[in-house]
């Protein structure tokens, strides 16, 4: 029995005081916030990607998330290729049309069916520590059934 109480003096020499374990327990949770705060960020950028904007009532033809190269959706719609270059616009890009553009006035010599660049449109945003930048091909003249829109939206994503 003189083992035991000798255990019991043992165990009442191994103990933390009750404030040494708090601190510990405090500094152990203020570095994990730590951590937590310059993780969290790019992580839900990484899990939840932002998507770039596409004028509303456009339909997906083709997505392609290639191994290597930016990842690309095809879309179509009923808008005009000025109409699609304007909302990309007024999501802050910047956008640069053709050089030649018809006119409302004017009669347009342009066949159905063969397509014609519009505007080529690029810009970007910050959503939770990555860096979304966009760009974004648009061409006219394809067939009521296609489109008659068409345009190519490329998204590049850079952790900051």
């Known amino acids: ?3 035991s109480s000798g255990d019991a003096v043992g165990k009442e020499q191994r103990r933390v005081p009750m404030a040494a374990a708090l601190a510990a327990m405090v500094v152990a949770l203020a570095l994990a916030a730590l951590i937590l705060s ?3 960020g790019p992580l ?10 596409v004028p509303g009532g456009s ?3 083709e997505h392609v998330k ?4 930016a990842e690309y959706w095809i879309y179509r719609t009923r808008l005009t290729g000025r109409e699609v ?6 999501e802050g890009g910047a956008c640069q049309y053709s050089a030649r553009q018809v006119q409302p006035d004017e009669s347009d010599p342009r066949v159905e069916g ?6 080529t449109c690029r810009g970007s945003r910050q959503t939770a520590g990555i860096g979304i930048s ?20 490329y998204r590049y994503s850079e952790v900051n």
Not at 66 to 69: E, I, R, T, V, W
Not at 85 to 90: R, T
Not at 114 to 119: E, K, Q
Request: hydrophobic share 40%; net charge negative.
């Open 44 to 53: 839900y950028g990484l899990l939840f990607p932002s998507e770039v904007p």
């Open 114 to 119: 063969v397509s014609y660049s519009v505007a």
């Open 38 to 40: 310059r993780v969290a």
């Open 134 to 153: 966009w760009e974004v091909f648009i061409a006219e003249g394809y067939s009521e059934d296609e489109g008659p829109t068409v345009f190519r939206v």
């Open 59 to 61: 339909q997906e033809i």
């Open 1 to 3: 029995m003189a083992t």
């Open 85 to 90: 270059a304007a909302f990309y616009e007024s």
């Open 66 to 69: 290639p191994d290597k190269g």
